[in-house]
């Protein structure tokens, strides 16, 4: 049976949506970005502290005064780990994403409510959405959106958005039809029906379907997190591709108690707003005995009122904002003046030290600098769409062929940095009669039958696929293992220590072959091609935004001994204090910096000058 071109056929529909309707992608972008921008604006202005209160005095309202002290300690927390900004933003995608869900979810439960025709079609197609991995939903995004927190959110709106209809549906078909006829029978419009009976009585489904959308929103954030969308899922995602286990438990306890919060508020609003809700809790406060602090809810106008005072006192007391920013460095020329630069990077060790060092020298001259780590192909689209600046670490011409071919026309390539490199797999040398690639046949049932590899979308990866194990009929034998870079130098490190054979790939330079003692294996047949260069790519047109930083991207080289004992001494400072590493190490290593990004002189006389004349005017 020949094959069928489905996935030709959904490739030309892509291409034909990207060239006739790229102004309907902009709009919606722009439309869902100011959204995003508006809400994280709001949410991020209050103190933590005073944020806190004003969601525990929510919770004491709606669910009595355990749940906001709970509320209280739990947000408390967030900001005690110190992910307060990426909780928020976490928080806002969430909001956007299920604002616009019930935009659209709502509107159409009702329509199918009230034809059997449309919930007949609708049916199958939310079926479809809700079964369809989540992750697929990325693809398109990125494709149409670019990176960033729009294709996240556009994904966790199509995820999200079936419960939303289903139970908006359900809701109103389950209020009483003889209700409905005596309505009617009264002369009641159809639109009062629908608005005096049908909606309030289908209110406590249609909350439990606002509670599953934003559930499930919730769950989306980590994968949202794989295309640039920050919050807590891309600290998620940073933690999984550098094995980091603290920042991991911290960032996913945060989105436990923000999945809790939203969980129980969104519960005890439906009761609130429902009248059979509200019902049922009068009776409860009228059975209770006596007055309890514990089960005591303020009325409304008293938790409002309790919001407007904490918001005066932290007016009064400052506390709303922050202190600008200090963006001079002393004894560096501030050329920058402020500027936005972004940089993405991949998971790999010589990407991560040269990201971050690229991070403090331009902060050190005065630029603001975003630093986020994507996966390879989300990182080419996002500099090919223009929307992120540049990475340092494409390897060319061989790894990294496959997405030079595909967006070379829309990047620059300002040179390598580092060559030449080499790719390879490689065993602990401990297993002496293993030299070669060839040597590997016949042996995989010592390796369980398996290459443990690194993130998918890797050009080695690629390559290993489809030239490397068939080229010497290893495909049959091992199942190349999909994964990321730190998980398989944690089981490199885990098998290196208990003498187990293991078989990884790898690359040269890498800080692993001086903490291990490790064989390269031998590639006779050349099918690895001739070493690449570490290039780096920037999008279109950066050059002429960044003349000096182009510059100094261009003239950029290191050497062997400079960029291992880097990776070594991000490796030894721990994961999450890449900056903080490089720092170190260009103290260890003085006027590097200075000679990586030199300032024209003329350019430092001007600053000297203006801080003396500041310094004048100071005193005078």
Do not use: C
């Not at 709303?320 to 790999?348: E, L, M, N």
């Not at 390879?376 to 062929?401: C, E, K, R």
Request: no cysteine; charged share 20%; proline share 5%.
């Amino acid at each position: 049976m020949s094959r069928l071109p489905l996935g030709d056929w959904v490739d030309s529909a892509v291409d034909w949506l990207q060239t006739h309707l790229a102004w309907l992608f902009d709009a919606i972008s722009t439309v869902v970005g100011g959204m995003f921008d508006g809400i994280a604006a709001v949410l991020s202005a209050p103190h933590p502290l005073l944020f806190a209160g004003i969601v525990a005095i929510i919770a004491w309202w709606l669910r009595g005064l355990p749940a906001g002290l709970l509320a209280f300690a739990g947000f408390t927390l967030i900001d005690s780990v110190e992910l307060w900004a990426e909780a928020m933003d976490t928080l806002t995608l969430v909001l956007v994403a299920t604002l616009v869900t019930l935009a659209i979810a709502v509107p159409l439960g009702i329509w199918s409510s009230r034809s059997k025709t449309v919930s007949a079609i609708i049916r199958p197609v939310l079926d479809f959405m809700q079964t369809m991995p989540a992750m697929v939903y990325l693809i398109p995004g990125v494709i149409f959106f670019g990176v960033g927190v729009v294709p996240g959110i556009i994904a966790t709106i199509i995820f999200a958005l079936p419960p939303g209809v289903r139970m908006t549906e359900l809701g109103i078909r389950q209020v009483d039809g003889e209700l409905v006829e005596a309505a009617e029978a009264f002369g009641t419009t159809s639109r009062n029906t629908l608005l005096r009976i049908q909606l309030p009585l289908a209110l406590p489904t249609i909350m439990a379907g606002i509670n599953q959308v934003i559930m499930l929103g919730l769950s989306m954030v980590v994968i949202a997190g794989m295309v640039g969308g920050g919050g807590l899922g891309g600290s998620v995602y940073r933690a999984i591709g550098n094995i980091d286990v603290g920042l991991g438990f911290e960032a996913g306890i945060s989105i436990v108690i923000l999945a809790m919060y939203l969980d129980r508020m969104t519960g005890a609003l439906g009761r609130e707003v429902s009248p059979l809700g509200r019902r049922a809790a009068a009776k409860a406060q009228a059975a209770a005995e006596g007055w309890k602090i514990w089960t005591y809810r303020p009325q409304p106008v008293v938790a409002v009122a309790g919001i407007v005072a904490l918001a005066l006192v932290a007016g009064g007391m400052g506390v709303f904002g922050g202190s600008a920013k200090d963006t001079t460095a002393s004894g560096t020329a501030q050329i920058g003046a402020g500027k936005k630069v972004s940089i993405g990077y991949i998971p790999w060790d010589e990407g991560i030290a040269s990201t971050y060092l690229w991070k403090e020298m331009l902060e050190r001259r005065g630029f603001e600098v975003d630093v986020t780590q994507y996966e390879a192909g989300s990182l080419y689209t996002g500099m090919a769409n223009g929307q992120i600046d540049f990475q340092t670490d494409s390897w060319l011409p061989v790894t990294h062929a496959s997405y030079w071919e595909k967006y070379q026309d829309r990047l620059d390539d300002l040179g390598a940095w580092y060559a030449p490199t080499s790719l390879e797999l490689a065993v602990p040398a401990y297993m002496k009669d293993i030299k070669s690639m060839e040597d590997l046949k016949g042996r995989a049932s010592e390796f369980k039958g398996r290459i443990v590899g690194i993130e998918p979308s890797a050009g080695e990866m690629g390559l290993l696929k489809s030239k490397l194990l068939p080229g010497y009929g290893l495909d049959k034998e091992y199942k190349l293992i999909d994964g990321s870079t730190q998980s398989m130098l944690a089981e490199l490190k885990r098998a290196y220590a208990k003498k187990e054979p293991i078989v990884v790939p790898l690359w040269s330079p890498h800080w692993a072959y001086n903490e291990y003692d490790l064989t390269k294996l031998a590639d006779p047949k050349k099918l690895w091609g001739e070493g690449d260069g570490v290039h780096t790519l920037s999008r279109k047109g950066f050059a002429k935004d960044q003349p000096e930083v182009a510059q100094w991207l261009k003239s950029f080289k290191m050497t062997e001994k400079q960029l291992t004992s880097l990776e070594a001494e991000i490796q030894k400072t721990g994961a999450g204090k890449e900056q903080e590493a490089v720092r170190i190490w260009l103290e260890a290593n003085p006027g590097v910096a200075d000679k990586w990004t030199p300032v024209p002189e003329g350019a430092e006389n001007a600053q000297t000058a203006g801080a003396q004349q500041v310094a004048a005017g100071g005193r005078s």
